[in-house]
């Protein structure tokens, strides 16, 4: 075996370890594929995040129910990472699921975000991160609406909508 394919198959390997058994898969953002991961140091996060987007994003923390800017928010648009701005979900898969944190039934693309086991506070739950970036946005339920039956649980502080112009709802 070359030594060039051996340090291929060990990255590959170490790669695949890395996700938990998941390859890493890239964001995409605009259509195109987007493999550039966002990483910084907890004081450039400190810099760019508020203190409770770094709280919830970064800590893993969650804002109280009722209370965040897109609960109940109807406007059209996109959902993006607050940290990185990768796009997540759209409003055409957001619904009142009557939990209090916005609910969407579909991401935008897979592999925008990265699913992880979370079994703390006592409760087996699946995590939902930003697979560009590893904030964390929420969790995800299998209690929601058709077509999917899931229930993207996520926190308002961990994402910003980027409204549609009136002429685009138009089209």
């Known amino acids: 075996m070359k030594p060039t394919i051996t340090l291929l198959a060990l990255l590959a390997a170490v790669s695949f370890a890395a996700g938990e058994g998941k ?31 770094y709280r919830i994003l970064r800590e893993k923390g969650t804002e109280r129910a009722f209370t965040g800017e897109y609960w109940n928010n109807r406007d059209v648009g996109v959902y ?45 739950r699946t995590e939902v ?17 058709a077509p999917t039956g899931q229930r993207y649980c996520i926190n308002s502080v961990s994402i910003k909508l980027e409204k549609k112009k009136k002429e685009e709802e138009k089209k």
């Not at 259509?31 to 409770?52: F, H, R």
């Not at 990768?86 to 592999?111: I, M, N, R, V, Y």
């Open 129 to 145: 991160l930003c697979a560009r970036c590893g904030g964390h946005l929420g969790h995800l339920f299998d209690d929601g609406p």
């Open 23 to 53: 390859p890493a898969a890239p964001a995409q953002r605009g259509g195109s594929t987007m493999t550039n991961q966002v990483t910084k140091t907890d004081a450039e996060w400190k810099k760019i995040l508020t203190p409770e987007q």
């Open 80 to 124: 993006r990472c607050a940290a990185c701005n990768a796009e997540l979900f759209t409003s055409e898969t957001k619904f009142d699921s009557h939990c209090g944190w916005p609910s969407f039934f579909a991401a935008k693309a897979k592999q925008n975000i990265r699913l992880q086991p979370d079994n703390s506070h006592g409760m087996q």
